[in-house]
């Protein structure tokens, strides 16, 4: 019999199991990978929706460099329900600038003058194109324990296009980067739930930027407030404050890098190819390793026509999907 020390096992028999449960927590199960998310369902009001308020923030890295503002992914969920080993999500070779079977199956089927093959297209090949920022929450009476946090927020179309209005001056006239540590902007979420058919998803279209810019607000772990980091007269931030501000910024869980895109597994790619064997009709008893083509297809009834631009990818499907 082994010889464990009692220690080892006092978790096992002294009690100890009632600690084991971290599966039970909600609020740890929703954002253990960093993510900000918010539920419609959970707005105190339904009629006005889920309200909360962040800023976005740059992206300063444990290394000390600024990357890009945001993370852009591009990817598919197959949702394919007779077949749950292969659905999920797949990031899209598009990613790397490279053809995309799960893209080319798509239009190769929407584009067939079979109704069936469309058909299963659309409820079967969901296309979204995401984006990947750190945002700091400042007000959520939905979930007053993210407030304070620097957390990633993955947002759509809809609020990358707000993001570049205030860029362009489009609003107010004069143009703002909303991740400027200076003169950046908060941003109000006001979101609500909309069905269409039988779908149900967050609408961010009455979200809005505040029509006033502002410095970074630095929340106080132990007084539980923030107060604006302080600028020089030139509007430049304060070199007392500089370090301050850096320390806060890299204050966090994760890294907006472990939802960068990643290019497809061996075993993916097979699982594309049976996705396009099963979805077409094909017979296949064994996976094969190469990603299907356009021009693969024997289907006589493909009408002509191909894979559009990625601005009428976006127009076709829910950005907030």
Same mark, same amino acid.
């Given at each position: ?26 609020? =740890? ?15 105190? &009001?339904?009629?006005?929706?889920? +309200?909360? =308020?962040? +800023?976005?923030?740059?992206? %300063? ?24 080993? %292969? ?8 990613? #790397?600038? &490279? ?6 199956? #798509? ?8 109704? *069936?093959?469309? &058909?299963?297209?659309?409820? =079967? ?12 929450? *400042? ?49 109000? %979420? ?32 132990? +007084? ?6 302080? %600028? ?23 890294? *907006? ?14 699982? *594309? ?12 008893? =064994? ?28 127009? #076709? ?5």
């Amino acid at each position: 019999m082994a010889n464990y020390e009692e220690d080892e096992l006092s978790d096992l028999f002294d009690g100890g199991l009632d600690l084991k449960m971290d599966f039970l927590n909600d609020i =740890t199960k929703s954002n253990n990978d960093g993510i900000y998310r918010v539920d419609p369902k959970k707005a105190l &009001e339904k009629s006005k929706g889920y +309200r909360a =308020t962040v +800023r976005f923030l740059p992206n %300063l890295s444990k290394e000390g460099k600024v990357g890009q503002s945001a993370i852009e992914k591009i990817s598919h969920y197959v949702d394919m329900k007779n077949n749950r080993e %292969l659905a999920g999500y797949y990031d899209s070779s598009k990613n #790397f600038g &490279e053809k995309c079977g799960l893209t080319d199956l #798509f239009y190769t089927m929407l584009n067939s003058n079979n109704a *069936i093959l469309q &058909e299963k297209a659309k409820s =079967t090949l969901k296309y979204q194109r995401k984006y990947y920022s750190y945002v700091l929450v *400042i007000e959520d009476v939905q979930q007053p324990e993210c407030v304070g946090k620097v957390m990633i927020m993955q947002y759509g179309k809809t609020i990358r296009d707000k993001v570049l209005a205030e860029k362009n001056g489009e609003i107010s006239g004069v143009p703002c980067n909303v991740f400027d540590l200076a003169e950046g902007k908060d941003f109000v %979420l006001i979101v609500k739930e909309i069905s269409t058919g039988d779908e149900t998803y967050p609408d961010y279209k009455s979200s809005s930027f505040q029509g006033k810019t502002s410095s970074l607000p630095v929340y106080s772990k132990e +007084r539980k407030l923030f107060k604006n980091i302080p %600028l020089t007269e030139d509007g430049k931030v304060a070199d007392s404050a500089k370090a301050i501000v850096k320390d806060f910024l890299l204050d966090r869980e994760h890294e *907006i890098e472990e939802f960068a895109p990643r290019r497809l597994t061996e075993e993916q790619q097979s699982n *594309i190819t049976e996705i396009s064997n099963i979805l077409t009709g094909k017979a296949t008893s =064994t996976y094969t390793k190469t990603q299907p083509k356009s021009e693969d297809f024997e289907l006589s009834d493909i009408a002509s026509g191909g894979s559009p631009d990625a601005e009428t990818e976006d127009d #076709f499907f829910s950005d907030d999907f």
